[in-house]
C-alpha cells in the first residue's frame, strides 16, 4: 500500500475530547443567528440535510443560498486547544510509517490546519483535502474521493482509508480502498482493521502484508 488516507476528527484524536462538540454548537448558532432559522426547527433541518446531502453545509447552500465560506470559517472558529493537546505517541507512530499520508476531512483546511498543529503532527502530511475537493459535496459521496485519487495520481487499491465513520469506510471499500475502522461499536463486513485508536495504525498494517 502506498497511501494512508486518514479522515480528521474523531479519527486522529478520540472522540472523547469532545471536539465536535464545539463545532455542533457553532452549526446551531450559524442556522439560528445568521440564517434566520428558528431554533426548534434546527434538529430536524440538520437531520434531513445529513440524511440527503451527507452534511448541513450543502442543505444550507441548497435551500438557503449561504455563503459556504462564511459558514466554513463560522463554524470552525472554536479554541481547538481547550480540547486537544500534544500527542507525542501519535507522532512517533506516524513518523515511523514509509507511506505517504494525507487528511481527507469533510471540515475546512484551516481547522485541520489548527487541528493538527495543536496535536504536534502537522509535519507528517503531505497535503490536506478538504470539504473543497469537489465542489463542497462531502463523504461519503463518490466525487470527492475520486478527486481526492485523482490528485494524489494512485489508484484506490494502492490506498487504506483509515476513518472513524462506517458510511465513509463503505464508499471507501467499494472504490477498492483498504479500510480500518477507529474508534468503538461493531466492526462491519466492509472494514479490514477496527482499531481503538489512529496510535496503533502500525499494528493494523500487517494486515495487507499477510494478504498479499
Not at 113 to 128: N, P, S, Y
Request: with cysteine; proline share 5%; charged share 25%.
Amino acid at each position: 500500500m502506498d497511501v494512508l488516507i486518514f479522515d480528521l476528527d474523531n479519527t486522529l484524536y478520540s472522540a472523547e475530547r469532545q471536539l465536535f462538540s464545539l463545532i455542533d454548537v457553532r452549526i446551531n448558532r450559524y442556522m439560528i443567528e445568521i440564517v434566520g432559522i428558528p431554533a426548534p426547527e434546527v434538529d430536524a433541518l440538520r437531520r434531513s440535510y445529513w440524511r440527503l446531502y451527507g452534511v448541513t453545509l450543502q442543505g444550507l447552500i441548497r435551500h438557503h443560498g449561504i455563503d459556504p465560506e462564511d459558514y466554513l470559517h463560522y463554524v470552525h472558529d472554536v479554541d481547538v486547544a481547550s480540547r486537544l493537546v500534544p500527542d507525542p505517541v501519535l507522532r512517533a507512530t506516524l513518523a515511523a510509517l514509509p507511506q505517504r499520508k494525507v487528511v481527507f476531512t469533510n471540515g475546512s483546511l484551516c481547522h485541520a490546519d489548527r487541528v493538527l498543529a495543536t496535536l504536534g503532527i502537522e509535519d507528517l502530511f503531505e497535503t490536506v483535502y478538504d470539504i473543497r475537493v469537489a465542489t463542497y459535496q462531502p463523504k461519503p459521496f463518490e466525487e470527492p474521493y475520486r478527486a481526492v485519487l485523482n490528485s494524489l495520481g494512485v489508484s484506490a487499491k494502492r490506498c487504506i482509508m483509515i476513518e472513524d465513520s462506517r458510511d465513509n469506510l463503505q464508499t471507501a471499500k467499494r472504490l477498492g480502498m483498504g479500510t480500518i475502522l477507529v474508534g468503538t461499536g461493531e466492526k462491519p463486513d466492509f472494514v479490514d482493521v477496527h482499531l481503538h485508536s489512529a496510535r496503533q495504525i502500525d499494528t493494523a498494517l500487517g494486515y495487507w502484508n499477510l494478504a498479499s
